[in-house]
Nanobody, 116 residues
């Protein structure tokens, strides 16, 4: 059974940083999957934050470009999201996603709250 488990969320002041992790288990050929981070704020639709392909190519939402960095460690079946210069509008539940050839898996999410 495939499981994606996010960690690293929490409460941080504006301008601060957090590093999210998403550990995958039960997934064969993790390195072949495109991994993504998504977020959903209260009352809003889920939105894509960042993706990283099996070749390490990354894309970002305009709202996080220059502040967030996605990376992966295929040896550890883990993907990361380094978030710097956090803003209150970054407050959301952040979830990771694994996708390949029509198959898709989701984690439960981790809460990130940016507030003074």
């Amino acid at each position: 059974q495939v499981q994606l488990v996010e960690s690293g969320g929490g409460l941080v002041q504006p301008g601060g940083s957090l590093r999210l992790s998403c550990a995958a288990s039960g997934i064969t050929f993790f390195s072949f999957f495109t991994m993504g981070w998504y977020r959903q704020a209260p009352g809003k639709q889920r939105e894509l934050v960042a993706t990283i392909t099996n070749e390490g190519s990354s894309k970002y939402a305009d709202s996080v470009k220059g502040r967030f960095t996605v990376s992966r460690d295929n040896a550890k079946n883990t993907v990361y999201l380094q978030m710097n210069s956090l803003k209150p509008e970054d407050t959301a539940i952040y979830s990771c996603n694994a996708a390949r050839r029509g198959r898709e898996y989701w984690g439960q999410g981790t809460q990130v709250t940016v507030s003074s």
